[in-house]
């Protein structure tokens, strides 16, 4: 059985930072992407940040790039989200979700097939 657990969420002010983590169990984490997503109230959900476990290759949105860091470590199947110079519009329920193909990333939410429950990020100005 696969599942992803995420922690970490919590409420900042703006210019501040947080750091997510996903534990992954199962099959999850072994030679897939790794991925999170963000979905605000009354908004899509939208792809933040990738990695493709096998070679750390990382895919960022172009919102987060220069601040988040998505990073791995593999002995324990959890990836991280570090997230620096928050700001209100980062507001958010974060997702942590796993990919079976290092395509994953291009596909959106579609080439995910597992994803966690949820940590809430909120940033206050």
């Known amino acids: 059985q696969v599942q992803l657990m995420e922690s970490g969420g919590g409420s900042v002010q703006a210019g501040g930072s947080l750091r997510l983590s996903c534990a992954a169990s199962g099959h999850a984490y072994s030679g897939n992407s790794m991925g999170w997503f963000r979905q605000a109230p009354g908004k899509e959900r939208e792809g933040v940040a990738s990695?493709?476990?096998?070679?750390?290759?990382?895919y960022y949105a172009d919102s987060v790039k220069g601040r988040f860091t998505i990073s791995q470590d593999n002995a324990k199947n959890t990836v991280f989200l570090q997230m620096n110079s928050l700001k209100p519009e980062d507001t958010a329920m974060y997702y942590c979700?796993?990919?079976?193909?290092?395509?994953?990333?291009?596909?959106?939410?579609?080439?995910?097939?597992?994803w966690g429950q949820g940590t809430q990020v909120t940033v206050s100005s």
């Open positions: 990695i493709y476990i096998l070679v750390g290759s990382t």
């Open positions: 979700a796993a990919g079976a193909s290092r395509s994953s990333w291009w596909r959106g939410a579609y080439g995910y097939n597992y």
